[in-house]
Antibody, heavy 119, light 107 residues
């Protein structure tokens, strides 16, 4: 069974940092592109970042470029999102999601982890 | 950046058909995917590549895509279909996923 489990969310002050993790199981992690998608409370889905199967290619939404870094450790089947210079508008549930092998959509999602940026 | 616009809400009576549009510039030239999200849950893909369904998704869910509009069609709607629905595509010009603004379906 494919599983993605996020962790690392919590309350952080504006300007602070946080690292999210996404532990994957039930599939060959190193074969798949993985994404981060976020959803502010009561709002819609917003794509954040993605990385290719070996971490050599990364892409970011303009709103997080230069502040967030996506990475992965294939030996640990884990995806990361290092977030710096956090702002109130970064408050959201952060989901990791696996990209389908044949098409550019997310076929499996984690349950999400909540990040709250507030003083 | 590429923008996908959906109606904020759609209301439909049980047993009727709901149509949710997703508008974007020449969207018919792109592959569009649809997700269903129920409160407190992660999104689930219900239609991919304009009109294909993943295994386990009922045939009541279908899709089309042409010109500047993609459409998700839910036939024989029931209370269990109440959810938020999002369209999504890959914008090759920016190398970004793009999600639609989302539509709340009320039965």
């Amino acid at each position: 069974e494919v599983q993605l489990v996020e962790s690392g969310g919590g309350l952080v002050q504006p300007g602070g940092s946080l690292r999210l993790s996404c532990a994957a199981s039930g599939f060959p992690f190193s074969n798949y592109w993985i994404h981060w998608v976020r959803q502010a409370p009561g709002k819609g889905l917003v794509w954040v970042s993605r990385t290719n199967n070996d971490g050599s290619t990364t892409e970011y939404a303009d709103s997080v470029k230069g502040r967030f870094t996506i990475s992965r450790d294939n030996a640990k089947n884990t995806l990361y999102l290092q977030m710096k210079s956090l702002r109130a508008e970064d408050t959201a549930v952060y989901y990791c999601a696996r990209e389908n092998a044949g098409y550019d959509f997310a076929d499996y999602w984690g349950q999400g982890t909540l990040v709250t940026v507030s003083s | 950046s590429y923008v996908l616009t959906q109606p904020p809400s759609v209301s439909v009576a049980p047993g009727q058909t709901a149509r949710i549009t997703c508008e974007g510039n020449n969207i018919g030239r792109k592959s569009v995917h649809w997700y269903q999200q129920k409160p407190g849950q992660a999104p689930v893909v219900i239609v991919y590549d304009d009109s294909d369904r993943p295994s386990g998704i009922p045939e009541r869910f279908s899709g089309s895509n042409s010109g500047n509009t993609a459409t998700l069609i839910i036939s024989r709607v029931d209370a269990g279909d109440e959810a938020d629905y999002y369209c999504q595509l890959w914008d090759s010009s920016s190398d970004h996923y793009v999600f639609g603004t989302g539509t709340t379906v009320t039965v």
